[in-house]
């Protein structure tokens, strides 16, 4: 069984994250999108609430589970017996900074780990949690970016609508 992890902060999760998930869920038997506790950002959102949206945002896609995780991706992927994960690019920026962790992952997982980049729908292109969180802040609309329940959640972290 080919199994692959997700990871990310999804804080919040975007069409684009949903996207990619969609897709990864085409070409592998089970996707696991590991929502990751990142020690250098801080969240909008609790770990449990990303979570929760997450499942809440994936439908039918019976082949993908939401787990959370600290820690090292690679020590996660090792765990959990995983030797492929998948990142999305939006832009030739992304690529820089994915190649170099892929590389490190690789590296540290004795060369057992790699690394599928799917490139992001071209409508998505422009979407990140940030972008939505600073329109989100302001009440701008962000319909066209994250699922309704993201839309509701954003708007009263913001103490809107």
């Known amino acids: ?12 999760v975007t069409y684009g994250h949903l996207d990619i998930i969609q897709r990864a869920s085409e070409m592998f038997d089970k996707v696991i999108v590991a929502v990751m ?19 809440e945002s994936i439908g039918n896609l019976n082949n993908v589970e939401i787990k959370s995780f600290d820690g090292l991706l ?14 999305g690019l939006r832009a030739i920026t992304d690529f820089e ?6 590389q490190v992952n690789r590296e540290l997982s004795h060369n057992q780990v ?34 309704k329940n993201v839309e509701d959640a954003l708007y009263q972290k913001y103490g809107l609508r």
Not at 37 to 54: I, Q
Not at 97 to 102: C, N
Not at 122 to 140: D, Q, R, T
């Open 1 to 12: 069984m080919k199994v692959a992890v997700y990871p990310g902060s999804f804080d919040p």
């Open 37 to 55: 506790c990142n020690s250098a950002k801080t969240p909008l959102f609790t770990l449990d609430e990303r979570v929760k949206m997450l499942k």
């Open 74 to 87: 690679i020590d996660y992927c090792k765990d959990q017996g995983i030797h492929i994960i998948v990142r």
């Open 97 to 102: 900074y994915e190649l170099q962790i892929a």
């Open 114 to 147: 790699d690394t599928v980049f799917l490139t992001t729908n071209i409508k998505y292109s422009y979407l990140s949690s940030s972008v939505v969180k600073e329109i989100a802040s302001y009440n701008g609309d962000i319909t066209p970016c994250v699922p």
